[in-house]
């Protein structure tokens, strides 16, 4: 991208130089789910799935831009922006598009298990730059999205992200539901949790409607009511989501100390 002058400007995933600058950016964290275990139960095959993998994942970041960060194995960080305004939009479609590739891999190896693809994407500040291993990125949205990314498992979900980053990609995402509020050591208020769902077809089920509404209850307190909707949902659907809401409607609630 140039000016009319004929000079290269940032782009919308252009980092500051070393020296670093604060800039908003949205992280999306990945791993896949069971992956180093499964390496040392089934050897064969796991070199190739990943490479695989990164290479999946580096095809759809030509689509939907970026930065890789740091990769450990399966465990990668990719980052948008920090110089474009649609950067938390473009982590949501970039991360619908890989975990549908992840799929998609099944069908190459058939000696492996189905592997699932976990990702935690959250909007933030964060200290942005270059250094001599690449682009580096430092904040607790970092921290944020990995946090995220290890809730998967406790759902049921597969892309779980922060309410700024669904507040920060607008009306751009097709199926997004709120399905928590977390309590994140450090800050001063309850995280909203989203989760980013996955129909293929990306048009909103007809019974999320219902689960918004059992949600709603939920937060006004009215846990009888709320666990009536959500084991409904949770046998009508097989919603895992709304199966561990169920129970939790059901537990015991913890007495607050005066």
């Not at 607008?170 to 509020?181: K, Q």
């Not at 050591?185 to 989760?195: D, H």
Request: glycine share 10%; proline share 9%; hydrophobic share 40%.
């Amino acid at each position: 991208m140039t000016d009319s002058a004929g000079n290269k400007l940032p782009g919308p995933d252009s980092f500051p130089g070393p020296e670093g600058a604060l800039r908003e950016v949205t992280v999306v964290s990945l791993s896949l789910r069971g992956f180093a275990g499964l390496a040392e139960s089934t050897p064969a095959g796991i070199m190739e799935f990943l490479a695989a993998y990164l290479e999946a994942l580096d095809a759809v970041g030509r689509t939907h831009g970026g930065r890789r960060i740091r990769a450990l194995g399966d465990m990668i960080l990719w980052v948008q922006g920090p110089g474009g305004p649609d950067h938390a939009a473009r982590a949501c479609h970039l991360s619908i598009d890989i975990a549908h590739r992840v799929h998609e891999l099944h069908g190459s190896f058939p000696r492996l298990p189905p592997i699932e693809v976990d990702i935690g994407i959250s909007t933030g500040p964060a200290v942005a730059g270059e250094i001599a291993d690449g682009p580096a990125v430092i904040g607790r949205v970092v921290e944020l999205a990995s946090h995220l990314r290890s809730l998967n498992p406790v759902y049921g979900t597969q892309i779980l992200l922060s309410g700024s980053t669904r507040t920060a990609a607008g009306g751009t995402l097709a199926v997004a539901r709120e399905i928590d509020l977390l309590q994140i050591r450090g800050r001063p208020a309850p995280v909203p949790l989203f989760e980013l769902m996955l129909p293929l077809d990306q048009i909103r089920p007809p019974w999320l409607e219902d689960f918004t509404r059992g949600y709603d209850l939920l937060r006004a307190g009215l846990r009888p009511q709320a666990r009536a909707v959500f084991r409904n949902l949770s046998e009508r659907n097989n919603d895992p989501v709304s199966r561990l809401l169920s129970e939790r409607c059901a537990a015991p609630q913890r007495r607050r100390d005066d």
